[in-house]
């Protein structure tokens, strides 16, 4: 069972890491069409600005798991704490565990759940009622990032509890 469970943390990073280089590039061509329509054509779509905020978000959220995934996020406290005995490893491991799971439960769970129960009340079901002026698309392909991204991050954290080692990653190919 740690074997599947760290396989598909593993899987779940290199699709992640695809789709979040694939949100870069599109942020940056739609910048960059934004910009040449605009000081060149002085005609600039008026899509490409929400589809590079949009991109933003998906990049961020998905950088965040990728960061969380190789132990390269902000490790809590490590500037401010001298380097801790190896005997003292499993609880600074259970402190950050706990911090993560304080964070993410809370948001996967009002994604879904509004604060007087019910799916109805959800992030998600509040946001499916709009659409982006700009791109006519519902606001729930934008939001579903937010759970997904904590979600990924919950099957990395059960990863690491299975014994997946920060420094084990194999490197991955974009090509």
Known sequence: MRNVIIATSTRVHEIT?????????LMFFTVMLQIIARYIFSSPPIWTEDVARYAMVWTGLL???LSFKTRTDAVLMQSVFPKRPHGLAFLA?????????????PVV??????????????????????TADTLGIPMVWISISVPLAMII???????????????????TNLD
């Not at 259970?94 to 964070?103: G, H, K, N």
């Not at 769970?109 to 709009?130: D, E, M, P, V």
């Not at 991050?153 to 490197?171: F, K, N, S, Y």
């Open 93 to 105: 491991e259970a402190i950050q565990s706990a911090a993560v799971l304080i964070f993410v439960l």
């Open 153 to 171: 991050i919950l099957v990395h954290l059960a990863a690491r509890w299975a014994g997946d080692a920060e420094d084990t990653l194999p490197e």
């Open 17 to 25: 890491r695809r789709i979040a280089v694939l949100a870069v590039c």
């Open 63 to 65: 950088g965040a798991t």
């Open 109 to 130: 769970y009002f994604c879904f759940i509004g604060l007087r129960g019910g799916f109805a009340k959800g992030y998600l079901a509040r946001q499916s009622g709009l």
